[in-house]
Nanobody, 125 residues
Framework: QVQLVESGGGLAQAGDSRRLSCAASGSILRYYTPAWFRQAPGKEREFVAA????????YYGGSVRGRFTISRDNAKNTVALQMNSLKPEDTAVYYC??????????????????WGQGTQVTVSS
């Protein structure tokens, strides 16, 4: 079982950049596909981004494509989410998750077997 801890959340203004980090322990991250999801109050959990085991393929949700970048450092067992051009609608709790399952798509929360506790990102206008 992988334990995941997110960090980097906080307050930002529209247009700012912010970098989230997810540290994995208990298992080696390179055996997993990690992803970021987010959930705003009253809304369903939304897929943000995923990166495959090699780091060669990335996947993004439509609302963040072109603004957010996911990356991984297998040597450090970490995953990062660089968020640029933040908007108030990016306000949410951001969760890191991992799956050991290969899939054609990685945007389904049910695919992921381990989740972090989440980190709040609040963007003001």
């Amino acid at each position: 079982q992988v334990q995941l801890v997110e960090s980097g959340g906080g307050l930002a203004q529209a247009g700012d950049s912010r970098r989230l980090s997810c540290a994995a322990s208990g298992s080696i991250l390179r055996y997993y596909t990690p992803a970021w999801f987010r959930q705003a109050p009253g809304k369903e959990r939304e897929f943000v981004a995923a990166i495959d085991r090699s780091g060669g393929n990335t996947y993004y949700g439509g609302s963040v494509r072109g603004r957010f970048t996911i990356s991984r450092d297998n040597a450090k067992n970490t995953v990062a989410l660089q968020m640029n051009s933040l908007k108030p609608e990016d306000t949410a709790v951001y969760y890191c998750a991992v799956t050991s399952t290969y899939s054609a798509t990685y945007n389904r929360p049910a695919l992921y077997e381990s989740w972090g506790q989440g980190t709040q990102v609040t963007v003001s206008s």
